[in-house]
C-alpha cells in the first residue's frame, strides 16, 4: 500500500489499527460515553444493508470507509483549507480521530492501548481467518505462508483451537522465531516446500493461509493442502494481480479456496471477545509488539516493513 500497490486518495493520514479514549460524542450517540477505553474499526458498519442484517458486516455495502470518508462524504480533518483524508476513515497516525459512532468498540479498560491496537487489525484478521473462515477443529495440521503481524496471529489462533503440528513459512530468519507464537515447526519456502511439509504432517496439510499477499505464494497454496481441505487467501496483493490456478485439479480434489476479508470479523461480537481471551492470557497479544515508537520514528518501521523485518512496531503517544 505505502508503496503505491493500492489507490488511495491524497494527503492521507495513515494507518488504520487503533485505540484510545473517548473524548467526546456528537449528538445521537449511544454505543459509547466520554471516559470508554475503544478499538477502531477498519469497517465502521452502516447496520442497514443486508450484508450488516445478515451478521457480515465485514462486507458491508453502506460504508463509506475505503473512500476514508465519513457516512455524510465528509472528512474530519482538513489542512490549508483542503480535504485531508483519514485512511479507511480511521487515521489513526495522529493524536486525534474522529470516528463513526459503529467504528468504535468498547473494551475493558484494563486492556493495553498497544495490545488494544492490534486487536482491531492484525489480530482480528488472523484470528477470523482462523475461527470464522476456515473454521479449524483440534488436531488438524495447518500451514501459514508468511510470519508478519497477521501470520503471527494467524499461529496463536491455530494454537488456540489445538491445531497440531503448525507449520510456519518464512524467508526471514528473524521471523522464523515463530515458535514463540504457536508454531511447532519452522520452514523456509524451496521447490521442495510441499515435500517438506508432507514429512511432517505425514500427507498434506489439512488448512493453509498465505498471509504475505504475493501472487507466488497464492499460486502455490493448494499444492500444501490435502484432497478436500482448505486454503485461505489471507494477505492482499497489489491491486489487479489475477492468480493463476489449475481449476480442474482445484475442482476434482475438492480443495475449497477462500478469500478472508478482515478475517470475517465482526466488530462489536469479536473485538471484545479478543480482548478476554487476551485478558485471560490465552493470546499473548503483546508479544507480538516488538517495537514500541513514536510518531517520528514512522519511516523507519515502514522501511523495516518492506525488508520483512520486525513483528509489529506501535506507535505509542
Not at 57 to 64: A, E, P
Not at 141 to 148: D, E, H, N, R, Y
Not at 198 to 211: I, P
Not at 270 to 287: C, I, N, Q, S, T
Amino acid at each position: 500500500m505505502t508503496g503505491g500497490d493500492w489507490t488511495l486518495p491524497s494527503p492521507t493520514v495513515m494507518r488504520h489499527g487503533g485505540a484510545g479514549t473517548v473524548g467526546a460524542i456528537g449528538d445521537g450517540v449511544t454505543d459509547v460515553e466520554v471516559g470508554d477505553h475503544v478499538i477502531l474499526s477498519v469497517v465502521y458498519p452502516c447496520r442497514r444493508c443486508t450484508a450488516c442484517l445478515s451478521g457480515k458486516s465485514y462486507v458491508c455495502s453502506g460504508s463509506r470507509s475505503e473512500e476514508c470518508l465519513l457516512p455524510d462524504g465528509s472528512t474530519p480533518l482538513s489542512l490549508d483549507g483542503g480535504r485531508v483524508f483519514p485512511y479507511l476513515a480511521v487515521g489513526s497516525m495522529s493524536e486525534y480521530a474522529v470516528v463513526p459512532e459503529s467504528g468504535a468498540i468498547c473494551i475493558p479498560k484494563n486492556v493495553p492501548f498497544d495490545v488494544a491496537s492490534l486487536l482491531g487489525c492484525s489480530v482480528a484478521t488472523g484470528f477470523g481467518a482462523v475461527v470464522n473462515d476456515a473454521g479449524v477443529e483440534a488436531g488438524a495440521s495447518a500451514v501459514v505462508v508468511g510470519t508478519g503481524g497477521v501470520g503471527f496471529s494467524i499461529s496463536m489462533a491455530l494454537r488456540l483451537v489445538g491445531a497440531n503440528p503448525i507449520i510456519a513459512v518464512d524467508l526471514s530468519e528473524e521471523k522464523l522465531a515463530a515458535r514463540e507464537f504457536g508454531a511447532t515447526h519452522t520452514l523456509q519456502p524451496s521447490e521442495g516446500l510441499a515435500e517438506e511439509v508432507r514429512g511432517l504432517t505425514g500427507g498434506e496439510a489439512a488448512y493453509a493461509f498465505e498471509a504475505i499477499g504475493r501472487v507466488q505464494t497464492m499460486e502455490s497454496l493448494p499444492s500444501l493442502i490435502e484432497a478436500g481441505s482448505k486454503a485461505v487467501i489471507v494477505g492482499l496483493p497489489p491491486k489487479d494481480s489475477p492468480v493463476s490456478i489449475d481449476a480442474l485439479a482445484l475442482g476434482e480434489s475438492g480443495k475449497p479456496l477462500i478469500g478472508s476479508n478482515f478475517g470475517s470479523t465482526v466488530p462489536g461480537r469479536d473485538f471484545p471477545r479478543l480482548a478476554a481471551l487476551y485478558l485471560a492470557g490465552r493470546l499473548p497479544v503483546d508479544r507480538l509488539i516488538s517495537h514500541p515508537i513514536s510518531l517520528d520514528d514512522v519511516n523507519e518501521a515502514f522501511d523495516a516493513m518492506r525488508r520483512g523485518e520486525r513483528a509489529r512496531s506501535v506507535i505509542v503517544f
